[in-house]
């Protein structure tokens, strides 16, 4: 983790966060003081972290918390009184919301936050490999349509286009992907 976003109104509890965030290595911090600016920010960009201290000044920060979370791939850390902890957790957790009471104890954060960033670990390599297997599939589509056009145009079967699409590639020292889409270019032109 890289960015942090903390959104409180009290300097003690943003003073808190903030050395606990630079404690752990993240070195970008923009610190807002409502929900309302927050929204606003986080259309225009994203952070790995978001650290909301409850109440704000316009709202309560739950709906905020649950937002970010479903939205996005940022870590979502909510803290709120501890009167209201657990009906809070109960609402929050399920988008995958860390819920901390307050008053705010060191240890406790410590290990909410050492979650945050293992929670934000795994869910980058899910992400690539997302990606990857979306590339997989794209690139598979497209070959698919190029043997479509090699079926059509050149009267070959299906097992013939596959494996002329693959000779071309190991003659060409190219991908099955580069053949594919220079047949489709000629053929579809």
């Known amino acids: 983790m890289e960015s942090a976003l903390i959104v409180s109104c009290t300097d003690k509890n943003t003073a808190f966060f903030t050395d606990m965030l630079k404690a752990a290595s993240i070195t970008q911090i923009v610190l807002l003081q409502s929900c309302a600016e927050a929204r606003r920010l986080l259309l225009e960009r994203d952070f790995d ?33 501890s009167e209201h902890l657990a009906e809070v957790a109960a609402v929050c957790e399920g988008e ?8 705010l104890d060191r240890d406790v ?25 979306k ?16 079926i059509s145009y050149m009267n070959m ?8 699409i693959e000779k071309q590639a190991m003659d060409l020292r190219s991908t099955k992907r580069a053949v594919a889409d220079g047949l ?4 579809e032109s």
């Open 157 to 164: 079967s299906e097992k013939e286009a596959h494996r002329f």
């Open 109 to 133: 954060f410590w290990l909410v936050l050492a979650l945050a960033k293992s929670a934000y670990n795994k869910l980058q390599r899910v992400q690539i490999e997302n990606s990857k297997l």
């Open 96 to 103: 995958g919301v860390l819920t901390v009471s307050k008053p």
């Open 184 to 187: 489709l270019k000629t053929y």
């Open 49 to 81: 972290l978001v650290v909301i201290n409850s109440p704000l000044y316009d709202e309560s920060g739950e709906d905020l918390s649950r937002h970010i979370a479903s939205k996005n791939t940022s870590q979502v850390i909510l803290a709120v009184d």
């Open 135 to 150: 590339q997989k599939i794209e690139d598979i589509r497209i070959i698919d349509r190029a043997k479509l056009v090699l």
